[in-house]
T-cell receptor, first 111, second 116 residues
Framework: LAKTTQPISMDSYEGQEVNITCSHN???????ITWYQQFPSQGPRFIIQ???TKVTNEVASLFIPADRKSSTLSLPRVSLSDTAVYYC????????????FGGGTRLMVKP | GAVVSQHPSRVICKSGTSVKIECRSL??????MFWYRQFPKQSLMLMAT?????????EQGVEKDKFLINHASLTLSTLTVTSAHPEDSSFYIC????????????FGPGTRLTVL
């Protein structure tokens, strides 16, 4: 399984755009990249998933360069409620292949 | 969206007792459920994979006789922590997948276990 590396923590202020980068140097051809958000004492929540280039939904964008060895989660105009831990997972899109959570990035949004 | 519930949300028990945690998929049938454990300030660690009607597959280092998993139906999996000890105190989270070629994990809200 491809290992992921993320910054341990990040600080931001309300209204700013936050970009969290995840390195996955040994990503396989069939692997997808998925990001989850976790609030304290809650289960993780799916944010976005992509394979290459750019994916955008109502809450975030995911940028994946051509070599796919990294990916960047972009959160536009963060608010205090975006304070959470963000996890990047890499694996094939079938059950049993995207189960390894790395350390995650603890994002703190300040007023 | 797909909803997964867990019960109880919080449990406190005495050392040596057993505790059962339920994980239910409320609006879909889950072919596979996963159990994770998360210690404070740490990431989620997969404990076992549970398929309906078959024995669970445990990750290395997880004692199958201590953490009993039953997946009796497509909407319910249970994790029983037997003879709990203080070091078993943790946040237990389940997830479920619908099946097919696209298997997003839908996570439950977690269960906080405290063993005194």
């Amino acid at each position: 399984l491809a290992k992921t590396t993320q910054p341990i923590s990040m600080d931001s202020y309300e209204g700013q755009e936050v970009n969290i980068t995840c390195s996955h140097n040994n990503i396989a051809t069939n692997d997808y990249i998925t990001w989850y958000q976790q609030f304290p004492s809650q289960g993780p929540r799916f944010i976005i998933q992509g394979y290459k280039t750019k994916v955008t939904n109502e809450v975030a964008s995911l940028f994946i360069p051509a070599d796919r060895k990294s990916s960047t989660l972009s959160l536009p105009r963060v608010s205090l409620s975006d304070t959470a831990v963000y996890y990047c997972l890499v694996g094939a899109r079938n059950a049993g292949n995207m189960l390894t959570f790395g350390g995650g990035t603890r994002l703190m949004v300040k007023p | 969206g797909a909803v997964v519930s867990q019960h109880p949300s919080r449990v406190i028990c005495k050392s040596g007792t057993s505790v059962k945690i339920e994980c239910r998929s409320l609006d879909f049938q889950a072919t596979t459920m996963f159990w994770y454990r998360q210690f404070p300030k740490q990431s989620l660690m997969l404990m076992a994979t549970s398929n309906e009607g078959s024995k669970a597959t445990y990750e290395q280092g997880v004692e199958k006789d201590k953490f009993l998993i039953n997946h009796a139906s497509l909407t319910l999996s249970t994790l029983t922590v037997t003879s709990a000890h203080p070091e078993d105190s943790s946040f237990y989270i389940c997830s479920a997948t619908i099946g097919g070629s696209y298997n997003e994990q839908f996570f439950g809200p977690g269960t906080r276990l405290t063993v005194l």
